[in-house]
């Protein structure tokens, strides 16, 4: 059985890096990347470390071996890493409940991933659950985003919960930002339709 809990050990961070270079849009042919989904971000050990030191990440495990993660950043975060840097400050200015995102308390998906032979068994779910109950305490709602060719990824934020409200371009590509709105109804993680 998967487990899903929060990175705890160094092999477990080394774990997220293999899954994450095995699923990089530049190691994977245009069908794959189509068919599957990719990763765009790559982070190396010393960002992650210091990415899990402010708030540790979230992983399934499966027979010792990482078989997927949901990355928490927080403020912290986003001055370790270009990309994240730059999500941060295309998310700061966005109005939410009324008022800017630099105002509300939120956190950031860094990147989600379920290995291919894991895919198809609810692991997003299990792994944004479990994201949203070691957060919510202390954030609003959780934002990231997806880049738009990105089809699947796309899909499987937004049957969790997340809503399309923006939309950048970034290193050549078209992203959509997305929200998971946790204060409008708690009990089942569905989103309000009124950002």
Same mark, same amino acid.
């Given at each position: 059985m998967t487990e899903?809990?929060? $990175?705890?050990?160094?092999?477990?961070?080394?774990?997220?890096v293999?899954?994450?270079?095995a699923?990089l849009? #530049?190691?994977?042919?245009?069908?794959?990347a !189509?068919?599957?989904?990719?990763?765009t971000?790559e982070?190396?050990l010393?960002?992650l470390?210091?990415?899990?030191?402010?708030a540790?990440?979230?992983?399934? $495990?499966d027979?010792?071996?990482?078989v997927?993660?949901a *990355?928490?950043?927080?403020?912290?975060?986003?001055?370790?890493?270009?990309?994240i840097?730059? *999500?941060?400050q295309a998310?700061?200015? *966005?109005?939410?409940?009324?008022?800017?995102?630099? #105002?509300?308390?939120?956190?950031?998906?860094?990147?989600?991933? $379920?290995?291919r032979?894991?895919?198809?068994?609810?692991?997003?779910?299990?792994?944004?659950?479990?994201?949203?109950e070691?957060q919510?305490?202390?954030?609003?709602? !959780?934002?990231?985003?997806?880049?738009?060719?990105?089809?699947?990824?796309?899909? !499987?934020?937004?049957?969790?919960?997340?809503?399309?409200?923006?939309s950048?371009?970034?290193?050549?590509?078209?992203w959509?930002i997305? $929200?998971?709105?946790w204060?409008?109804?708690? !009990?089942?993680?569905?989103?309000?339709?009124?950002?």
């Amino acid at each position: 059985m998967t487990e899903v809990r929060r $990175v705890s050990q160094e092999w477990e961070l080394e774990g997220i890096v293999a899954l994450q270079r095995a699923n990089l849009r #530049k190691n994977l042919s245009d069908s794959e990347a !189509a068919q599957q989904g990719f990763l765009t971000a790559e982070y190396d050990l010393p960002y992650l470390r210091a990415m899990n030191a402010a708030a540790p990440s979230i992983i399934a $495990v499966d027979q010792s071996q990482i078989v997927g993660y949901a *990355l928490v950043a927080t403020q912290p975060s986003r001055h370790g890493h270009p990309f994240i840097g730059a *999500l941060f400050q295309a998310i700061d200015p *966005l109005l939410f409940r009324g008022q800017t995102f630099d #105002k509300t308390p939120y956190v950031v998906v860094g990147q989600l991933c $379920v290995g291919r032979h894991h895919r198809g068994q609810g692991l997003v779910q299990r792994l944004y659950q479990h994201f949203r109950e070691s957060q919510q305490s202390d954030y609003h709602c !959780a934002v990231t985003d997806i880049a738009r060719e990105n089809v699947r990824s796309l899909r !499987a934020h937004v049957n969790t919960g997340f809503r399309v409200i923006h939309s950048i371009a970034y290193e050549g590509r078209d992203w959509d930002i997305v $929200v998971w709105d946790w204060r409008s109804n708690p !009990a089942s993680g569905e989103s309000s339709s009124a950002l």
